[in-house]
């Protein structure tokens, strides 16, 4: 059984890290032939980075096997902007490749960027395209419980549930956010995040866990905080359950997912507000 409830008010400042990665743009057939060797010979792994963004802004057909041959590159990062550069080259034709990497993948951050190149890759036509972009940024876990798997949860229902939303796209965790949503001429929001709290408590005879999360909304590219959502939610169980840790671990990821959804339910209306 699970209990939420929404609430809303002011922003409240959540720091933000922005990574930037500067990408030479593509005007010739000599810069072309350098991203791809950048991307396949580079030493530096933000080289690659780099020259995979740019190829994939490149709008070059010839910039699709050189990125899917990136996929297996050692280094996560690379493999994360390869599937984001595939999914802004837009040629269906990477959708088997991005599939079956999507397989192997062991990186939780490179397998949602594959998943969101491949939702993208595979819309419908007649679907209505995303209106406004969203980059989840920073998310942190200040409850003090099983921070990195707890954190792993937030940030994973976190990019589930906004991915939901009406009219949004979610970007990868590779993207820098700015220069794609310029090049699409789409609205940018950055979302951050915080659990609050996740504490163990009793209802009753039941076992209780209850999460509190909170979202900050700021515009791109001015940083513009545009307001805030708050999510609560309880997960309950027999109070058996506290002597068994795989139980109290499941209580604690419904209690978060639900407290995300909560929280959810009130992002559109904060979009809307930003986005005037």
């Not at 595939?86 to 960027?113: K, N």
């Not at 036509?125 to 972009?133: D, F, R």
């Not at 990868?172 to 609050?196: F, Q, W, Y």
Request: hydrophobic share 45%; charged share 25%; with cysteine.
């Amino acid at each position: 059984m699970k209990l939420w409830k929404v609430q809303r008010r002011a922003a409240s400042p959540v720091a933000a890290f922005a990574v930037t990665i500067a990408c030479a743009s593509v005007s010739t057939a000599q810069d072309f032939a350098s991203l791809k060797r950048d991307l396949a010979q580079g030493g530096d792994f933000r080289v690659r980075v780099s020259a995979a963004l740019a190829l994939g802004r490149s709008h070059n057909p010839g910039a699709m096997m050189p990125l899917v041959n990136a996929l297996e590159d050692t280094t996560p990062a690379v493999r994360a902007a390869a599937a984001a550069a595939l999914a802004a080259l837009a040629q269906r034709d990477a959708v088997d490749a991005l599939r079956s990497h999507l397989v192997s993948e062991s990186s939780p951050v490179v397998r949602a960027q594959l998943e969101s190149a491949l939702a993208r890759l595979e819309r419908k036509p007649g679907e209505v395209a995303a209106k406004v972009l969203v980059k989840v940024d920073e998310l942190r876990n200040l409850s003090g419980a099983r921070k990195d798997r707890l954190t792993t949860t937030f940030r994973k229902t976190t990019r589930t549930k906004t991915t939901a939303l009406p009219s949004v796209e979610v970007l990868s965790d590779a993207s820098e956010g700015r220069s794609e949503a310029a090049s699409r001429k789409l609205p940018l929001i950055l979302l951050d995040g915080v659990l609050n709290r996740l504490s163990q408590g009793a209802q009753g005879e039941q076992m209780m866990v209850s999460a509190q999360v909170e979202y900050v909304f700021r515009k791109m590219p001015e940083h513009a905080l545009t307001g805030s959502v708050t999510g609560t939610a309880r997960a309950l169980d027999s109070a058996k359950a506290v002597g068994d840790q795989s139980r109290v671990s499941a209580l604690e990821v419904q209690a978060l997912e639900g407290a995300v959804e909560s929280a959810m339910r009130g992002a559109p209306d904060v979009m809307r507000q930003a986005l005037r």
